[in-house]
């Protein structure tokens, strides 16, 4: 598979110009990320720098359960569109369901598919038939060739608008290793 630039908004990633993928973890708040956005943007804009605002609805995979994990699919992607519109910037944000996929294809310029749910094929399906832009975080457990399945998936599913985000690998416990070569 040849790569080739992928257009989200106004943004392209692979194209001539480099492209960030920049923002809070978690919504903590509505003012929290509006004032978060606006702060990017602006350095972005100075700087000359393409970028693509992120923020998750829900960390689902919290280390713990009494974490903070965020407002909700709904709210977050009403959040997060209303930044988008008003400050003419891509967003995107995880999904971890099909169900999510679906709402969030509606609002969001790139659904994001977490390292650890890289290979649902019933996630890869829902992103994909939203025919949105999707990203996909490559999971630490996967070697960067065994992408090819997934670009596969969701090529089969009618969407070829995609690209990974390397993660690394796992090297011991707890210990991300990013391989450069894989990239």
């Known amino acids: 598979m040849k790569p080739k630039p992928l257009k989200v908004g106004s943004v392209t990633i692979g194209g001539e110009r480099p492209a960030l993928v920049l923002g809070p973890c978690v919504i903590e708040s509505e003012k929290f990320v509006w004032r978060m956005a606006k702060k990017i943007a602006e350095i972005c804009s100075v700087e000359d720098v393409d970028f693509i605002f992120k923020a998750s609805y829900d960390k689902a995979n919290r280390t713990s359960v009494r974490s903070f994990r965020g407002m909700g699919v709904e709210e977050g992607c009403q959040i997060l569109a209303a930044i988008g519109y008003d400050l003419k910037i891509p967003v995107t944000t995880d999904v971890h369901s099909p169900a ?84």
């Open 100 to 183: 999510e996929a679906k709402i969030a294809g509606k609002k969001i310029d790139m659904l994001q598919i977490p390292a650890f749910l890289c290979r649902q094929t019933d996630l890869l399906r829902a992103a994909a038939e939203t025919g949105r832009a999707i990203n996909v975080k490559k999971g630490q457990f996967l070697a960067p060739w065994d992408v090819r399945n997934i670009a596969e998936k969701l090529i089969a599913f009618g969407n070829a608008q995609f690209c990974f985000t390397e993660r690394g690998t796992t090297f011991g416990y707890n210990n991300l290793v990013a391989d450069m070569r894989s990239l």
